[in-house]
């Protein structure tokens, strides 16, 4: 059974960076995709990043590419996001999210961690 634990969310100021880091257990990843996505009050969950865990091969929302830095480590079974020059509209919920390659992100085989606040001040 995947288990994702995220962690690093907080309180920060417009244009500081946060790094968010998403440890991934109960099973090898080689065949899997993981990614970060978002939610804000009042708005659904929008994708923020993704990664293939095999090929590190990434993929980012637009209002990502450029601020935000998807990465994991391999030996330690563990993603992260670099996020710079934060926004208040950055603000939201920050999950992380594991699935199989040949599933979608809103298929019952994704694993989902509960969250970690993001809270921009501006």
């Known amino acids: 059974q995947v288990q994702l634990v995220e962690s690093g969310g907080g309180l920060v100021q417009a244009g500081d960076s946060l790094r968010l880091s998403c440890a991934a257990s109960?099973?090898?990843?080689?065949?899997?995709?993981l990614g970060w996505f978002r939610q804000a009050p009042g708005k659904e969950r929008e994708l923020v990043a993704t990664?293939?865990?095999?090929?590190?091969?990434?993929v980012y929302a637009h209002f990502a590419k450029g601020r935000f830095t998807i990465s994991r480590d391999n030996a330690k079974n563990t993603m992260y996001l670099q996020m710079n020059s934060l926004k208040s509209e950055d603000t939201a919920v920050y999950y992380c999210?594991?699935?199989?390659?040949?599933?979608?992100?809103?298929?019952?085989?994704?694993?989902w961690g509960q969250g970690t606040q993001v809270t921009v001040s501006s």
């Open positions: 990664i293939l865990w095999s090929s590190g091969v990434t």
């Open positions: 999210g594991a699935r199989p390659l040949s599933t979608t992100w809103s298929g019952e085989m994704a694993a």
């Open positions: 109960g099973r090898t990843f080689s065949t899997y995709a």
